[in-house]
């Protein structure tokens, strides 16, 4: 929920560039269900997904760049940066 604090973000870059991760509570780890994830490019561009009842989430076709995830209302533990490289 809004405010609450969460752990770190965990995620993952896939070949053919998608960021997959999984929301969880930092108070006991439980995952975070139906909660807004957001993904910035430098250039300010985002698109939002809910993550799925297990906490997670997935942004396919991803160009090379930086990006910022942002969970939830931005609590503790709620923002996460991340870069996609050429392999």
Known sequence: ?????????ELAILGGRSI??????QSD???VSN????LFSLT????QTL????????????NIGDYTILVGGGGPGSRADVSITEL
């Open 44 to 47: 300010g561009a985002s698109i």
């Open 20 to 25: 997959i991760g999984q929301v969880t509570r």
């Open 1 to 9: 929920s809004e405010g609450e604090a969460l752990t770190g973000i």
């Open 29 to 31: 780890g439980a995952v």
């Open 35 to 38: 909660i807004p994830v957001q």
């Open 51 to 62: 993550t799925d009842v297990n906490g997670n989430y997935r942004f396919d076709g991803r």
